[in-house]
């Protein structure tokens, strides 16, 4: 199992069977390689207040999860759920 994130997981969270890729999500395509998987579930998202800005928010909202399931689906994932 992979999980695409922005920092490193808690060590308490991590597990032999899970790997981490920490990217930042601006840049998801230079890793669009490593984006493989059958199934993709994105729980990406974050507040108004947190983003700072409507264009911040809809940016992390929903062209991130967007842009991953554009590079997720074209890597042969059979599956997105947001």
Request: with cysteine; net charge positive; glycine share 6%.
């Amino acid at each position: 199992m992979i999980v695409v994130t922005r920092r490193e997981l808690d060590p308490g969270l991590r597990h032999e069977k899970l790997r981490e890729l920490v990217v930042e999500f601006a840049r998801l395509g230079d890793v669009r390689a490593r984006l493989r998987g059958d199934h993709v579930f994105c729980a990406l998202g974050t507040t108004i207040r947190k983003a700072g800005s409507q264009q911040r928010f809809r940016e992390v909202d929903y062209e991130y999860p967007l842009r991953l399931a554009q590079l997720t689906l074209k890597n042969e994932a059979r599956h997105f759920s947001w």
